[in-house]
């Protein structure tokens, strides 16, 4: 990077503040302890965890489910997962830390059980005993209610002198209705505070940078606001298609998948107002505040407000790929959305005509989670043979993966005696500034639950708000409003989508830079 003319030196060391302290002692039991989620994401983070020092010596993992598994035989299993992990992250030069592993596998034991069976919990609370507890629930969400009903049966979610939580993974229902159902089952054996909804995306460097980008500089937050700015962009593209999960897809689709949850909570992230402090339930009511603002645009045409894709066989990269309807565990006549497109409405005094436009799916040209502010242009150019239609939008756009910073593009004078504009570019790459391993996200996520910080966990009526504002196009596509449009794989996902922002020149940012 270019040398600044300015004194930056020092700047990142003066700002680095206070270090997070050790997670008290605690046991994690994971309900699922042999599934995919565990070892692909959940142990690598903890071992991430305690390669930075943040686990308490005393803290041990008991893995709960019924596969024919022993201590051994699961301690294997993760090892070959831990060590796919290190691989994949050799290029940042993270090779296995041989003794933190060890440590790490020497405090993971398994129990086999059936979660619908009394026994498991009894069998549980004899091997934990007393002391404090995150159960992580790692399974599927038919199971949560049924979990969480027999720790508290159990007596195993009793405060006694010690904390017990409970991490619930994600779908949280399936529409507002079942959400909110949910929300009382479990408020049956468990107090909201230990209640630990996941959003995996909120474990995110990069969105909870959202809130630091936006609420520690004097320059971005003035300009927030509906005189500035003429639409904001969200974008969560994937380039991977329903790979081994179609039996979970075919009755979740794009919407419920991705919308009420990481779409919402960027969009929360964007939009809401500065909490009055970073404690959970600050930062939580600003978020409920937001989304129970949100609306589809009142345009009366539904075409004009939500697009629903399915995507053909077509190339990825140079890998020819089925259509979503060849995919194994699909019906071959599916009316599962793998795309969509939504145009809502932000109605509060910031936010007044300003439409956000969300899009995501599956099988993309390009894996891309972006939020981009598009600004309103300047009122008048002052520049010959540069109408005002020509100047470069100014666009900020903050990446959130796979590259991870944020742009800002403007208008700058070309180099010569002719006064001419050209479009330029800032960068601000993480990677650059903060050179640090990558992570799986979920390191934050559970060390906060250890630690009993929630701001980055959904409250109750924060993920009810997700699926409210949702239930529009959810309706739609009951009452068959919401046709599928077919897009090939590969590409930047059906034409229809372009329709919600036609008018005042604009356009979805392209996927593929
Ligand atoms: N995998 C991922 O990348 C992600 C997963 N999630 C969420 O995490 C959760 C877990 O997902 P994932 O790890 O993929 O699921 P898996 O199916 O891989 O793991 C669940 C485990 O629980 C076992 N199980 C099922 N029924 C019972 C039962 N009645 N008693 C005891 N054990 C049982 C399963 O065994 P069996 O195989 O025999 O059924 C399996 O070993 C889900 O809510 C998912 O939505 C969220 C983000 C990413
Ligand atoms: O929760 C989910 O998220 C992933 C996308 O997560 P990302 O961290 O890779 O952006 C998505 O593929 C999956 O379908 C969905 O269930």
Known sequence: MEALDLPLDGVLEAADGPQ????????????????????????????????????????????????????EKLREKL???????????????????VPVWTWLRDHISYLRGDFQNPDTYAALAAEIGTGNCVFYLAVAARFFGTIVEGLGASGLTREDGCFRRVIIEKPFGADLGSARLLNRDLAKSLSESQIYRIDHYLGKETVQNILAL???????????N????????????????????????????????????????????????????????????????????????????????????????????????????????????????????????????????VPFYLRTGKRLSARKTEVAIHFKQAPYALFRDTPVEKLTPNI?????????????????????????????????????????????GYETLIYDCMIGDATLFQRADNVEAGWAAVEPALEARAEGLAPIRPYVAGTRGPAEADTLLEGKGRSWLRLRT
């Open 20 to 71: 997070p302290l050790r997670a008290p002692p605690c046991t994690l039991v994971i309900f699922g302890g042999s599934g995919d989620l565990t070892a692909r994401l959940l142990v690598p983070a903890l071992y991430n965890l305690a390669v930075a020092q943040l686990l308490d010596p005393g803290f041990r993992v008991i893995a709960v489910d019924w596969q024919d598994q022993n201590d």
């Open 79 to 97: 090892t070959v997962s831990i060590q796919d992990f290190a691989a994949k992250r050799q290029a940042h030069a993270t090779l296995l830390d």
């Open 214 to 224: 936006r609420f520690s500089n004097g320059i971005f937050e003035p300009l927030w």
């Open 226 to 353: 509906r005189q500035n700015i003429d639409h904001v962009q969200i974008t969560a593209a994937e380039t991977v298609g329903v790979e081994a999960r179609g039996r979970f897809y075919e009755g979740t689709g794009a919407l419920r998948d991705m919308v009420p949850n990481h779409i919402m909570q960027l969009l929360a992230m964007t939009a809401m107002e500065a909490p009055s402090s970073f404690d959970a339930d600050a930062v939580r009511d600003e978020k409920s505040k937001v989304l129970q603002a949100i609306h589809h645009m009142p345009q009366g045409n539904l075409p004009l407000t939500y697009v629903r894709g399915q995507y053909t066989a077509g190339t990825i990269g140079d890998r020819a790929v089925p259509g979503y309807l060849e995919e194994p565990d699909i019906d071959p006549h599916s009316d599962t959305e793998t795309y969509v497109a939504m145009k809502v409405a932000v109605d509060n005094w910031r936010w007044a005509g």
């Open 396 to 440: 900020m756009v903050l990446h959130i993966q796979p590259s991870e910073g944020c742009t800002i593009q403007f208008s700058a004078k070309r180099p010569g005696p002719i006064v001419k504009l050209g479009g330029v570019r800032m960068k601000f790459d993480y990677a650059d500034w903060f050179p640090v391993a990558p992570s799986t």
